[in-house]
């Protein structure tokens, strides 16, 4: 299975803190997706990182990814209690399906 | 900002009936795919679609499940004879340049 697993399962920080999770995989992927769900609500997509690319950004969030340790990292970086949700990590071999991993559950206390 | 669709936004039904679950994708989008959530378990892959056609399907995804996209808008999954582990939420998601995009989800209760 290539499926994603993050790290930590739970994660609580401050506001204006930094949240930094982990997702480690086990097969080649073409490419690997982070998203956010809110308790019992859809997913959001947050941010695409390909095979070929190291790094990426998006206004508060970094990605990076090593496909040599197959792992990857999502940092929020000043947070806020509107970033409290599970995050998931999603790897992709080709464009016909995701693999989720269990997700990390961040809370952010005001 | 386009958005997938889903309806209805939750569904009861009894062991034993059919249900149908209906996604409006993206509209330029190309693949289409269900996912479903078991209540605090991971995000699992059902169903991809291409092409008018089932691209690839997981083992969860036996003759009791169907897929179709009956006009150029819709793309629906059926299940034929509903279990009570059928409940979950069933995510529909559409993809172009590899980004897959989800609706809100239905979720489905089988009592």
């Known amino acids: 299975s290539q499926q994603g697993e993050e790290d930590p399962q739970a994660l609580s920080i401050q506001e204006g803190e930094n949240a930094t999770m982990n997702c480690s995989y086990k097969t080649s992927i073409n490419n690997l997706q982070w998203y956010r769900q809110n308790s019992g609500r859809g997913l959001v997509h947050l941010i695409l990182i390909r095979s070929n690319e190291r790094e990426k950004h998006s206004g508060r969030l970094r990605v990076t990814l090593d496909t040599s340790k197959k792992s990857s990292s999502l940092l929020i970086t000043a947070s806020r209690a509107a970033d409290t949700a599970s995050y998931f990590c999603?790897?992709?071999?080709?464009?016909?399906?995701?693999?989720f991993g269990a997700g990390t559950t961040v809370t952010v206390r005001a | 900002e386009p958005e997938v669709t889903q309806t209805p936004s939750h569904q009861v039904t009894q062991m034993g009936q059919e249900v149908i679950l209906r996604c409006v994708p993206i509209s330029n989008h190309l693949y289409f795919y269900w996912y479903r959530q078991i209540l605090g378990q991971k995000v699992e892959f059902l169903v991809s679609f291409y092409n008018n056609e089932i691209s690839e399907k997981s083992e969860i995804f036996d003759d009791q499940f169907s897929v179709e996209r009956p006009d150029g808008s819709n793309f629906t999954l059926k299940i034929r004879s509903t279990k009570l582990e059928d409940s979950a939420m069933y995510f529909c998601a559409s993809n172009k340049d590899n980004e897959q995009f989800f609706g809100p989800g239905t979720r489905l209760t089988v009592l």
């Open positions: 999603a790897t992709a071999l080709n464009d016909y399906k995701l693999s």
